[in-house]
């Protein structure tokens, strides 16, 4: 399935340049979104926008297929995005600022939705875990009898863009998606949550022993 990672707004909010290429753990975030859909058997395309003249030079770099959108607005580059690549299947759509997104998430979206027989899905996150990091977005819904925030992966049908599509609200116990990054202080969370995580602290006598091996 086509995955449509959606890297063309300013995020003016962090104030650190073209938001999907601030660095986490050395990386840039958007490489750990795209790597977790390749490695989960998704093709990629970054769509970006004339707000991200850098982000679109580091994806040809990489050699990551690219789409560069008008930017007229979020719905409206993914729009235009699946019109222009003539793509009438489902396909992925996903922010770019979700470093702590896995090949494990992506599958297990993946098959809910197919479980589901619906055209359409949307991912959620219960709001206490949102709260705790900081809210992707004010907008709140019930889904499975519990308040959640919109985690930022969907997927659509590219045949019936532009008409109300049935979809399934999955929502994912996942401290990984409530993670918000507007904030140099979001930022500083993720980053130890995320490095720790590579590169855990070694216990107590580990050192020792490796040298009596």
Request: hydrophobic letters at 35%; charged letters at 25%; a neutral charge.
């Amino acid at each position: 399935m086509l995955a449509l990672i959606m890297a063309g707004g300013r995020g003016t909010r962090l104030g650190m340049g073209e938001k999907p290429l601030v660095t986490i753990c050395g990386r840039p975030m958007m490489a750990y979104v795209i790597d977790a859909f390749r490695t989960s058997g998704h093709e990629v395309v970054v769509v970006a926008s004339p707000r991200t003249p850098f982000t679109k030079n580091w994806c040809r770099a990489q050699g990551i297929a690219l789409y560069e959108a008008s930017g007229e607005g979020y719905v409206e580059d993914i729009t235009e995005a699946a019109a222009d690549l003539k793509q009438e299947h489902p396909f992925f759509t996903c922010v770019s600022d979700l470093p702590c997104l896995t090949p494990e998430i992506v599958r297990s979206v993946h098959a809910a939705y197919y479980a589901s027989g619906k055209p359409a899905c949307s991912t959620w996150v219960p709001r206490d875990l949102c709260v705790e990091h900081g809210c992707r977005t004010e907008y709140t819904d019930v889904v499975e009898g519990v308040a959640a925030c919109p985690a930022g992966i969907n997927i659509l049908r590219g045949d019936a863009l532009g008409e109300p599509q049935d979809e399934v609200k999955i929502l994912l116990h996942e401290r990984r998606l409530a993670f918000n990054i507007n904030t140099r202080e979001e930022l500083a969370q993720v980053q130890r949550y995320l490095c720790r995580e590579r590169h855990p602290p070694c216990r107590p006598g580990s050192q020792v022993s490796r040298r009596s091996r």
